[in-house]
């Protein structure tokens, strides 16, 4: 496995505010893979880890539909990508679309069944990032064709695609890529956490 | 601190299928708390948690506004539930409204504001489980209230509730919750995960 390289001027270590797991610190979306496959059963972990997240009802609205490098699959979801992901993905060793149920049992919308995905999407983001592979979530992809091609009945919404793989060479990747290749900052916690009103101080 | 109790009878333990981070399965949604405010400067670090979780666009765009026991503001948030949710929240430390903007910068709607904010929640709460406090989301509560009481600017949407809490003793729920106080199971792998197309094998 190659070392992840970073562009430290660009993209200055990340410090956090309050202590927290450091896991949730060191998670990032590379984009630089090795176009080599995963190993046995590291797919399932992904998955496995999405399936503990919690859902309103514990409805579990979520569903991964995965194409494997090398599978007319794969070239089919590639297709999906705008340019600019399809560029650093032809190295992704799988490409995942992540679909939601938009209604409950009895019909009616369901109004968590994007968040709750994202709370899965969360979870296996994390379990990748442990496994030090690169787990990175697009939106950038035909919404009008993807559920077409991932074969989603009625009902169900494409939230994202993932492109999950091993890490590869920052060189490897076009220049301007390069550039951009390292964690990436956030807001202050003051400006995303309100005490009793939103606006107000944290 | 008590000792979190659980229902083995209805509850088992649960078991992965695959190996993954023992964080993302020990985490579970309990109701029993204290009703004890929490230590200082512990809301801080479930923030903090959130604000390192990935977004389309590094947008971020997820709020949380945020009442703690004994001020007039969690006398609101806690009017704002279900009953079926205030009778177990009236001994959280904190209530705490997720919010996501539903426009991005430029007026077009925002594919993925409530699935990025289910990822700042799910780091919410395994930050949180890890520090042994509970967290549990609802979805249990006045949608069309709700944002008026958090104070939120147009164009924001209002997710879930979370209770907030330090553990507490099962005995001190209502008995029909008592029996309900432990991790739920969830759907196997096989289910939610398909190779290629929606509703093909894993």
């Not at 059963?41 to 997240?53: H, K, M, P, T, V």
């Not at 787990?135 to 993807?146: S, T």
């Not at 301007?176 to 956030?186: C, D, F, H, N, T």
Request: contains cysteine.
């Amino acid at each position: 496995m190659v070392a992840r390289m970073t562009n430290l001027a660009t993209h200055p270590p990340r410090v956090a505010e309050h202590e927290v797991l450091p896991l949730l610190v060191a998670r990032w979306s590379p984009r630089a893979m090795s176009g080599e496959p995963l190993a046995a059963g590291a797919l399932a972990r992904l998955f496995e880890a999405a399936r503990w997240a919690p859902s309103g009802g514990n409805v579990q609205p979520w569903r991964f539909v995965y194409a494997e490098t090398g599978t007319p699959e794969m070239a089919a979801f590639l297709d999906l990508l705008e340019p600019g992901n399809r560029v650093w993905c032809v190295r992704a060793a799988a490409l995942v679309v992540v679909a939601s149920q938009t209604t409950l049992a009895d019909g009616r919308p369901h109004p968590t069944h994007a968040f709750d995905a994202g709370a899965a999407w969360m979870s296996l983001a994390l379990q990748g990032s442990s496994m030090g592979l690169v787990v990175h979530a697009m939106g950038g992809f035909d919404r009008a064709r993807a559920p077409a091609v991932a074969g989603l009945p009625d009902g169900w919404a494409v939230q994202c695609m993932i492109a999950v793989g091993r890490p590869g060479r920052v060189e490897d990747l076009p220049e301007r890529l390069q550039a951009r290749e390292g964690p990436s900052s956030r807001k202050p916690v003051g400006e995303i956490a309100f005490r009793g009103r939103f606006g107000a101080g944290a």
